[in-house]
């Protein structure tokens, strides 16, 4: 067995925590099962695959949970797993290259965050998040949307490993949803009047705010949370500016997101806000300029966002396109969607 312990926090995922428990069982892990209150088989199940399933009194932060699990590891080492992800693919000999060398730093793994469209589970995006660590010098943080942080206060060293998970959390029923993400917003309010001057908490609620649709309060809490001097190199103000633009451009605000091009040089690297970039010009019908961009991004490597470098701006310089009046030019950049489904619908309608 190797001397890293899967650690994984759980409450009430009878239906998904056996297809993540067998997912990782194969590779000789410790695994440690922490409940947080289940009422139904969640504990039954995960006894068949965990070297520990232990109790832990949920107390509305979910960093107290985790490190719960750290404590009742059996070894220093730390991978982090949720109910809702399986592993897709794992490197073990870099995950033992990377404790015995590299043991000041946090291992980030790449994650494909899946939703149904057209009854397919179809990659969304594509995020990158800190699991794998030594637990006596890094602890969680924030009792939602909680953050690896180093005990002894020093920047995370963070590299990116030859792991991909697979994410279903987004997956969801609009009432799962929306119980969900209120639940959510709810701990996140709370955090926030307790740390006012944490930008990445005014992000979360933005983005919570966005999944519930409420687009006008998610632009009240980006542009709290960039208000602060913040580095564009991090991947979550890249992230918040890019919600936010997209936030602007759901709730008509198109002139106000113009005002982006203030800020171009600083994002200018960063894929998913070029191709922003190009709908932000084409909802202010400066058509030039968002070909531009479109054709930019088509050049860049992969965002976040799926497709972002591939079929969504080829689908946007083909409504351009469509809408100057050449068909034509519009059928062929369609044509080159793939089987991206607004992109097939456009290819039969487009004369």
Not at 47 to 75: H, I, M, P, Q, T
Not at 88 to 110: P, T
Request: glycine residues 6%; negative net charge; charged residues 25%.
């Amino acid at each position: 067995m190797h001397p890293i312990s899967v650690c994984i926090i759980a409450k009430n995922e009878e239906a998904r925590i056996e297809q993540c428990l067998q997912s990782i069982k194969p590779f000789g892990f410790e695994i440690v099962v922490v409940d947080t209150g289940s009422t139904d088989r969640t504990k039954e199940i995960a006894a068949g695959y965990a070297d520990k399933v232990l109790d832990f009194a949920w107390c509305d932060d979910f960093s107290a949970a985790r490190n719960f699990s750290l404590r009742e590891a059996s070894n220093n080492w730390i991978f982090m797993i949720d109910c809702d992800e399986t592993v897709k693919e794992i490197d073990v000999e870099e995950l033992n290259y990377f404790r015995k060398h590299l043991s000041d730093s946090v291992g980030s793994v790449s994650r494909e965050n899946l939703v149904t469209e057209n009854g397919v589970l179809t990659l969304n995006n594509t995020d990158y998040t800190e699991r794998f660590f030594n637990k006596k010098l890094y602890r969680y943080t924030g009792m939602i949307h909680e953050q690896l942080t180093p005990i002894r206060g020093n920047e995370i060293p963070a590299l990116l490993l030859h792991t991909t998970l697979l994410h279903t959390g987004y997956d969801m029923t609009p009432e799962e949803r929306e119980a969900k993400y209120r639940r959510n917003f709810t701990l996140l309010e709370k955090q926030a009047e307790a740390d006012p001057e944490n930008p990445y908490l005014y992000y979360q609620l933005g983005k919570t705010c966005e999944i519930l649709e409420d687009f006008a309060r998610a632009c009240t809490y980006y542009d709290k949370g960039l208000e602060f001097d913040l580095d564009p190199e991090l991947a979550y103000v890249q992230a918040m500016v890019v919600s936010y633009g997209n936030a602007l451009l759901r709730t008509g605000q198109t002139e106000t997101a113009l005002g982006f091009e203030s800020i171009y040089d600083e994002f200018s690297s960063v894929t998913d806000f070029v191709y922003l970039m190009g709908n932000i010009y084409k909802d202010n019908g400066m058509f030039e300029q968002a070909l531009e961009q479109y054709q930019k991004a088509l050049q860049m490597p992969d965002g976040r966002q799926n497709g972002a470098n591939s079929f969504l701006p080829l689908y946007q310089c083909g409504e351009i396109f469509e809408r100057l009046g050449d068909a034509e030019t519009a059928r062929a950049l369609y044509a080159q969607c793939g089987d991206f489904a607004p992109a097939v619908q456009k290819r039969g309608q487009c004369v």
